[in-house]
């Protein structure tokens, strides 16, 4: 457990402490701990009540430990990724977090009454020493006790100096009474080690949920796309062509029919560029071919569909999961498109290799370089990709190439 740089200060160099930060961060702290008590105090009867109180007081301990120059607490583990609010309520209330959020509210009475006592004293001295030389100075006798009676100019200085070597004892009370709790925060509060794991399980778990949403809306646009736009377009040039027979059957010999003829015959053209774009967007989409043999098959697809030389190296890849071999072919689609439409290039290399469980694959390109590491939506979204895979997207492009984007994921084979 990391040691409070408040309490370290105050070992190293006691007197020198007094002049720096420590005692007024470490004041506020305190402060705050006899407030929150005496609100501990009142919703502890309120046996529903308290642990959301105790929930709310860990958020903010986990704050409040960086006056005393401890780190910040890492947050409680978020959510799991069911939308429903009573299943989250219920994983929270099973959570060991909880529990241990409301040992903490118990265990901060102590301490929180003991600083609220500090600070009455504190607050009694330091407005005795400020008091008394202004009461003596209009010619008003100070009763301290029942027989001292301060009168004098002298007799009002020492208890002025009483009084602060009061405050000064007293800050170094409450700088340990900080400390103290802190250090109490950071031991019931601090995420365990199962707990990380947890944590990063639900995020795994919230990114492939995410991943296979997106997956799923991008196989509805495919299918209504395949079943709607491309089917009504190839019946419109069937449509066409046969008006373009009966025209040349009903209109006689002559510019005007020669003109009509050619005029649907750039509509039907048209129409087919119109049914081949498409075609090319939805193979883009999702290829068959990755459905049905994986990755390394449609990369090689997609290659030889390439107008320039393009190389596909892969280092024996196994079949994925679905939702990550189309984030993959996503990525390497967006990368040779982007390379071949706008850097101009003659050659492209994709490489795939595994290395224990992690998976990278990279392309290259010899174009004219300068892509923007961090903008241009080509790029944000294969960054997009690989952050929802728990991946990391590196761009490096100098001006005058070569260009190489790579994403590292890791190396989920699919089941079964």
């Not at 048209?270 to 049905?292: C, F, S, Y």
Request: aromatic content about 4%.
């Amino acid at each position: 457990m990391p040691e409070s740089r408040a309490w370290s200060a105050a070992c190293d160099a006691p007197w020198r402490f007094l002049l720096s930060r420590w005692p007024w961060t470490c004041l506020l702290y305190t402060t705050v701990s006899a407030a929150v008590a005496w609100i501990s105090l009142v919703c502890l009867p309120l046996l529903v009540l308290f642990p959301a109180w105790a929930v709310a007081l860990a958020a903010v301990e986990r704050r409040l430990v960086a006056l005393v120059g401890l780190p910040r607490l890492t947050d409680g583990p978020p959510p799991p990724p069911d939308r429903r609010t009573f299943a989250r309520l219920v994983a929270r209330l099973r959570s060991p977090l909880l529990r241990r959020e409301i040992g903490y509210a118990l265990a901060q009475l102590m301490p929180g009454l003991l600083s609220f006592v500090v600070l009455i004293l504190a607050s009694t001295a330091a407005v005795t020493g400020i008091a008394t030389p202004v009461l003596v100075t209009t010619g008003r006798p100070v009763q301290v006790t029942g027989s001292l009676v301060i009168s004098g100019g002298l007799g009002a200085t020492a208890v002025s100096l009483a009084c602060a070597v009061v405050v000064l004892g007293l800050a170094y009370v409450w700088v340990l009474l900080s400390c103290a709790q802190a250090a109490l925060a950071s031991a019931l509060l601090s995420p365990r080690l199962e707990e990380l794991q947890t944590q990063v399980t639900m995020l795994a778990q919230a990114q492939i949920a995410e991943l296979n949403r997106f997956e799923r809306e991008r196989q509805r646009v495919e299918r209504d796309l395949h079943d709607g736009v491309q089917r009504h377009l190839a019946v419109a040039s069937l449509h066409l062509g046969m008006l373009e027979l009966d025209l040349q059957k009903l209109l006689p010999p002559g510019t005007a029919r020669t003109d009509a003829l050619a005029t649907l015959d750039a509509a039907r053209a048209e129409t087919e560029q119109a049914l081949d774009a498409l075609r090319t967007t939805v193979h883009g989409m999702r290829p068959h071919t990755l459905i049905e043999d994986g990755l390394g098959a449609a990369l090689r697809e997609m290659a030889a569909r390439l107008p320039v030389p393009a190389t596909v190296e892969v280092d024996d890849l196994r079949r994925l999961p679905a939702e990550v071999e189309a984030s993959l072919y996503y990525v390497a689609n967006e990368a040779v498109t982007n390379a071949v439409r706008h850097a101009a290039a003659n050659r492209l290399v994709v490489r795939t290799a595994t290395t224990g469980n992690r998976l990278t694959m990279t392309i290259t390109d010899d174009g004219t370089g300068g892509a923007n590491p961090i903008g241009g939506t080509g790029i944000l979204g294969m960054r997009e990709r690989a952050s929802l895979l728990g991946g990391e997207l590196t761009v490096s492009s100098p001006p005058g190439g070569p260009t190489t984007i790579g994403i590292e994921v890791p190396h989920m084979p699919a089941s079964g």
